[in-house]
């Protein structure tokens, strides 16, 4: 899915142990960057969603800075050595 420049998307995440169970971690954080390793978002603290137990979301404002289509990652962290990573892809206004 491609997402506009300027743009608030939400960026959300489902915690599950290997038996598939929503577990909640003792921390989480979540963390934008574009491909090089250029962090945009750090440490960012997400909110968990209501009625759940390990199902988070982070609403991050695509920087206007950003001004060509690339490809960003939204990475995961949580307590221990665990992380996701998810891409999504950006665009400039037409």
């Known amino acids: ?14 915690i599950k142990n ?6 909640a971690p003792g921390s ?6 574009q491909l090089d390793g250029t962090e945009l978002l750090s ?5 968990l969603s209501t009625g759940t137990t390990a199902q988070y979301y982070y609403d991050w404002t ?11 990652a939204a990475v995961w962290s949580w307590s221990g050595p665990h992380k996701k990573k998810k891409l ?7």
Request: charged residues 15%; aromatic residues 6%; without cysteine.
């Open 1 to 14: 899915m491609n997402y506009i420049i300027g743009d608030t998307i939400r960026i959300q995440a489902t």
């Open 18 to 23: 290997f038996a598939g169970v929503e577990t």
């Open 28 to 33: 989480i954080k979540v963390s934008v960057k």
């Open 43 to 47: 440490s960012g603290v997400p909110s």
């Open 62 to 72: 695509v920087s206007t800075g950003l001004t060509v289509d690339e490809q960003l």
């Open 88 to 94: 999504f892809n950006i665009i400039p206004i037409l």
